[in-house]
């Protein structure tokens, strides 16, 4: 009992000095407004000056500015409700006080000292001079002092109904929106002038919580203090409890709840609005505070090239409405051998055995009857209901459009793409889906989590070459195969039309996508190896890993896990880099309207790099180095995107043709419900991905990563490569090995080699140490055998050092096979007893 009288004494003597403190500061700040009413004296409003985004050369791309999202409104026009709804939720004896209440500063303070949640201490006129004079993020005794010595200016300067007009007009509602008659607009499609009483209460639950409060995106908390203003309104007497009531149910009957909360500054020019979003979802991590993107006076230096741009967004539109007409056609197809084939037999078969279980004309008339309401009924529906003012329709037309919006989502394709640069991250082009607009601005590349199919591959199996379990060459069979997973069930892969090809080297499972032998590699790797090896590469953060589904199963194997195509793009791009980091970045830097740099995230990532010392190589040079070359082998050596093996070749100002080097690997997910490809230059990588965005949907067999990603990807690197000058991949200075290896043994070719051959790059100590044992003529090969032995060119060149790019052949007595590596640092004079070495 004792201790409790104390701690009271205590706070009640806290309370007395803070009184006395707070009256001598309030005097002091008062002391000095003896002339406040001099025009000079008084801090006026900053002019807002819009933030500029300019892409990598300095064009402009967008401007977001304030003007565009605030629309002044008169306090004259203003509905009283919407007055009556403010005055309820923030501040009820407005009217009566003279900028501040003892009764909310004291309430204020108990709640800080016990820690509890009594209210604000903020009268209206308290929060608008804090929004106008002060950084309201500033929690200080000092901010609140100086926010209501400038409360008490503003009363003495202007009217209540001033004060309320500047309030209405200045105050952020959420959506970009700055003032009540733009977010008016935002919330509901019309004026201020026309707000409900269920509008009213809406617009101002934003005040305390605009991402919180949100209908757009959280629509229950919306709806629930939605409903506590308009009950406060009508104990108050504002409204009745019946207009209260119709209005709260007029609004949600006819609340489109598929729509998503979308930027309100729509309407603006924008060269690369996929971008610009992005941008601004970005900046919004970057500026906080009394700083504001849309009216400080920003200039946003960012990484994309315009001209880059254009080129995307032009072949995103082109692939996307011809992705669509593949769909299309292939579901007509299907749907009229179900309405005219399968179902009248079913329908016979049904009849003649007695089988009611097969009559399946209830679900063709079903479809049909569904598939016309949206389409002709729906749309009647809805003018009738508007003609006849007949309330109790509405809700039946608002979800016939909703139910048509998810059958359009399942039935459209979508696409996506980004492109990066491989040494900076700069991200030079991005379209994140269709048209952008208020209903499509989820931005797919770097939001969507998607199922990588077999593009997942190219992954791990740079943990595999790592491991030195296997090379290149190594042999592996496709043939059928039962894998036996840990709980005991079997998992059968197929490939991809049912074709099996028995006996092959590994860089042709790899680029011809064959799934047997590639999980057959994850299997001997390990799962574990192969997961950590995709979460460094695709740079995913460690709390979104247990979400992505990087499962030990075997699907693993096939891309069952989810990967953001802005992922893909990174963890490709590094194999393009040498194996080192590469961070996605869109912006550059922010200098402020006096043009100093107000912050640089490009700096910022460079000393994350750099603080990470060796961490910062992903993968080693030469691991890099190989997979490089295998993947160059999908476009060049006949692989999924041999398609496209023209796409870089070009002709020079004085006719010369050459070639741009280029590697990928492309993707059909299981149902071929998703279709991607992905691949790099030694300027760029780019990622395309076209499906569905509601999961369970088939693109058909036209659609695939190497029928219709491959083609899109080839166009767009056409382009913005067209004017480069050609660069190849740089080989490492040791560590790895070039060798001629027949396709049908894995091992070192000869001559008689008649299947084909193919030269490829390994890892240093990993080149075959024989020659092909099912083409040569035993007596050349022990001949061969015998020379390599007697030169020690297998222990004695030293596989470790830097050798020539060039191919090589090996010369002995008229017969000609490729042989393994030379080293072209090994000592001069030893070159005599190696005559018969010629480089091609």
């Known amino acids: 009992m004792k201790n409790a009288k104390l701690k009271v004494k205590i706070h009640l003597g806290f309370l007395f000095f803070f009184a006395i403190f707070f009256g001598a500061a309030l005097g002091f700040l008062l002391s000095e407004t003896t002339n406040i009413e001099n025009v000079e004296y008084f801090q006026e409003i900053d002019t807002a000056l819009p933030s500029k985004i300019v892409d990598v050369n300095g064009e402009l791309i967008t401007e977001l500015t304030a003007e565009e999202k605030r629309e002044i409104i008169s306090y004259d ?65 000092k901010r609140k002092i100086k926010e209501l010595w400038w409360a008490v200016q503003m009363e003495r300067r202007y009217s209540k109904n001033e004060i309320l007009e500047l309030y209405l007009n200045k105050i952020y509602l959420g959506g970009g929106c700055y003032g009540v008659s733009a977010a008016s607009k935002y919330y509901f499609g019309h004026d201020a002038t026309q707000l409900t009483p269920a509008e009213a209460a809406l617009l101002v639950i934003q005040l305390s919580s605009p991402s919180k409060y949100n209908p757009f995106e959280h629509p229950d908390t919306a709806m629930e203090r939605q409903q506590y203003v308009l009950e406060e309104m009508t104990s108050e007497g504002y409204i009745t409890k019946a207009e209260a009531e119709e209005s709260f149910e007029d609004y949600w ?42 009216s400080s006076g920003f200039t946003v230096n960012t990484t994309l090239n315009l001209a880059h741009q254009k080129v995307a967004e032009e072949v995103m539109a082109k692939y996307i409405e011809e992705a669509n007409r593949r769909y299309k056609n292939e579901s007509s197809m299907k749907t009229n051998q179900a309405y005219y084939t399968y179902i009248p037999m079913a329908e016979l078969v049904a009849e003649l055995f007695g089988i009611p279980g097969l009559n399946l ?171 950590d090896r995709a979460i460094a590469l695709l740079g995913i953060p460690e709390k979104e890993v247990p979400y992505r589904n990087f499962e030990p199963v075997y699907p693993l194997g096939l891309g069952s896990c989810d990967v953001k195509p802005i992922e893909l793009a990174r ?82 100002s004085e006719g010369r043709q050459y070639s741009i080097p280029s590697a990928g690997k492309t993707g059909t997910t299981q149902n071929w419900a998703d279709a991607w490809a992905c691949g790099f230059t030694p300027y760029y990588t780019a990622a395309f991905w076209f499906g569905f965005d509601r999961r369970g949907q088939s693109l058909g067999l036209s659609i695939t990563g190497s ?90 060149i030293g596989y470790e050092e830097e050798i020539d790019d060039s191919p090589l052949s090996f010369d002995l007595d008229e017969t000609e096979t490729p042989a393994v590596p030379t080293n072209k640092k090994k000592d001069e004079e030893e070159e005599d007893s190696f005559d018969n070495f010629l480089i091609d």
């Not at 007055?83 to 003279?98: C, Q, W, Y």
């Not at 979308?262 to 609005?273: H, T």
């Not at 529906?381 to 006849?388: Q, R």
């Not at 790099?609 to 082998?633: D, R, Y």
């Open 361 to 531: 004309g209830h679900q063709r008339s079903y479809m049909r009857a569904c598939s016309r309401y949206v389409s002709e009924a729906n749309p009647i529906l809805d003018v009738v209901t508007m003609l006849s003012g007949a309330d109790a329709v509405k809700p039946i037309t608002y979800k016939g459009v909703a139910l048509a919006k998810e059958a359009n989502e399942r039935t459209t394709v979508e696409g996506t793409m980004i492109s990066i640069d491989n040494e900076t991250g700069y991200i030079n082009a991005l379209v994140g889906g269709s048209k952008y607009g208020p209903d499509n601005e989820y931005i797919r590349a770097t939001q969507a989590p998607l199922q990588p199919g077999s593009t997942f591959k190219a992954i791990y199996y740079s943990a595999a070459i790592d491991s030195r379990l296997y090379t290149p060459a190594t042999i592996i069979s496709d043939t059928p195969v039962v894998f036996v997973a840990a709980d005991g069930q079997n998992y059968i892969p197929q490939n991809y039309g049912g074709k099996w090809n028995g006996n092959v080297c590994v860089y042709y499972a790899l680029i011809h996508s064959l799934n047997v032998p590639s999980i057959k590699i994850l299997d001997a790797i390990g799962f574990d190896a192969a997961i």
């Open 707 to 796: 029928s219709l990603c491959g083609p899109a990807w080839g166009e767009f690197f056409h382009e913005i490569h067209a004017d480069l000058p050609v660069k190849q991949f740089p080989v490492p200075e040791d560590g790895v090995s070039q060798a001629t290896v027949c396709r049908k043994s894995g091992l070192l070719a000869t001559k008689d080699c008649d299947e084909g051959t193919a030269t490829l790059w390994f890892l240093s100590g990993t080149v075959p140490g024989s020659y092909c044992n099912i083409h040569t003529n035993h007596e050349v090969k022990n001949v061969l055998l015998e020379r390599i032995e007697h030169e020690h060119l297998l222990s004695g």
């Open 77 to 141: 026009d203003l509905p009283q409700l919407l007055i009556d709804a403010l005055i309820t939720r923030e501040d009820r004896v407005f009217f009566a006080h003279d900028g501040f209440t003892f009764k909310s500063i004291m309430r204020a303070v108990i709640g800080v000292l016990t820690r509890k949640q009594l209210g604000g201490g903020s009268t209206l006129t308290q929060q608008i001079a804090g929004s106008i004079y002060c950084d309201r993020t500033d929690m200080s005794v």
């Open 571 to 652: 963890a490709f791009a590094i194999y393009a880099n040498g194996g080192k980091i590469v961070t996605p970045i869109a912006i550059r830097n922010v200098l402020d309207k006096n043009g100093d740099i107000f912050d640089d995230p490009e700096q910022r990532i460079k000393d994350e790099h750099a603080a990470m010392g060796e961490a910062a190589q992903i993968i080693s040079p030469q691991t890099a180095f190989v997979m490089t070359k295998m993947l160059e082998m999908t476009v060049h050596g006949g692989g999924t995107l041999a398609n496209v093996k023209n796409a870089l070749n070009y002709t020079n």
């Open 253 to 294: 009957g006819k609340f489109d709840f598929t729509r998503t909360s979308n930027s309100f500054y729509m309407m603006r020019d924008d060269k690369a609005p996929w971008f610009s979003e992005y941008v601004r979802r970005e900046l919004g991590n970057l500026i906080y505070g009394s700083d504001d993107i849309y």
